[in-house]
Nanobody, 127 residues
Framework: QVRLVESGGGLVQAGGSLRLSCAASGHSISNYCMGWFRQAPGKEREFVAA????????YYGDFVKGRFTISRDNAQNTVYLQMNSLKPEDTAVYYC????????????????????WGQGTQVTVSS
């Protein structure tokens, strides 16, 4: 079972940037789609971004609108989420997750399809 640990969250002013990291251990993630999800208080968990196992394909939630970039370093077993132009509505706990199925041709975006999750990192954007 892979262990995922997120870091990089914090408090930032609107318009600012944060870079989240997700370090995996216990198993290589190099052949899995990896995703970021977020959950704000009182709301359902929401898809943010996903990246294919090779890093050549990326997927984003509609609300991202070019502000976030997902990337991965398979040699370091790590996934990143660069978040720019942050808005107060981006405030949430951000979770890293690994798809349950390896070698996916297209990444899935439903949280139900991701079997391994980190504990989350809080992102708070002040207005």
């Amino acid at each position: 079972q892979v262990r995922l640990v997120e870091s990089g969250g914090g408090l930032v002013q609107a318009g600012g940037s944060l870079r989240l990291s997700c370090a995996a251990s216990g198993h290589s993630i190099s052949n899995y789609c990896m995703g970021w999800f977020r959950q704000a208080p009182g709301k359902e968990r929401e898809f943010v971004a996903a990246i294919g196992w090779s890093g050549s394909s990326t997927y984003y939630g509609d609300f991202v609108k070019g502000r976030f970039t997902i990337s991965r370093d398979n040699a370091q077993n790590t996934v990143y989420l660069q978040m720019n132009s942050l808005k107060p509505e981006d405030t949430a706990v951000y979770y890293c997750a690994a798809d349950s199925v390896p070698w996916a041709r297209i990444c899935r975006t439903s949280s139900r399809d991701f079997g391994s999750w980190g504990q989350g990192t809080q992102v708070t954007v002040s207005s």
